[in-house]
């Protein structure tokens, strides 16, 4: 099983983004995906994650500006993004735990200008 993230890119402050990850192979429902953040020099930490039964959990900073949704039927995981801030510059990397099982997307780089 792997994860490809998708979306990331070159935003100004205030502006959206829409980040989408997708399991590929056979895994049946995940219990927990979302999104994490590392920024340069800075340790990984959590944006938003959400578990098989819709129920959400967001960084402080994620709080009413983003939003994470899942399609279960598809293994997929969606950040939507608004309101971005320059210190929301970061490499985000989709996130999966299933049982004893855990991966990490390859990251997708967000990049908000002041």
């Known amino acids: 099983v792997q994860l490809q993230a998708s979306g990331g890119g070159l935003v100004q402050a205030g502006g959206s983004l829409r980040l989408s990850c997708a399991a590929s192979g056979s895994i049946g429902v995940v219990h927990v995906m979302g999104w994490y953040r590392q920024a340069p020099g800075q340790s990984r930490e959590l944006v938003a994650v959400m578990t098989n039964v819709g129920t959400p959990t967001y960084a402080a900073s994620a709080k009413e500006r983003f939003t994470v949704s899942r399609d279960n039927a598809k293994t997929s995981v969606y950040l939507q993004m608004n309101n971005l801030k320059p210190d929301d510059t970061a490499f985000y990397y989709c996130?999966?735990?299933?049982?004893?099982?855990?991966?990490w997307g390859q990251g997708t780089l967000v990049t908000v200008s002041s």
């Open positions: 996130y999966l735990r299933h049982m004893s099982l855990e991966l």
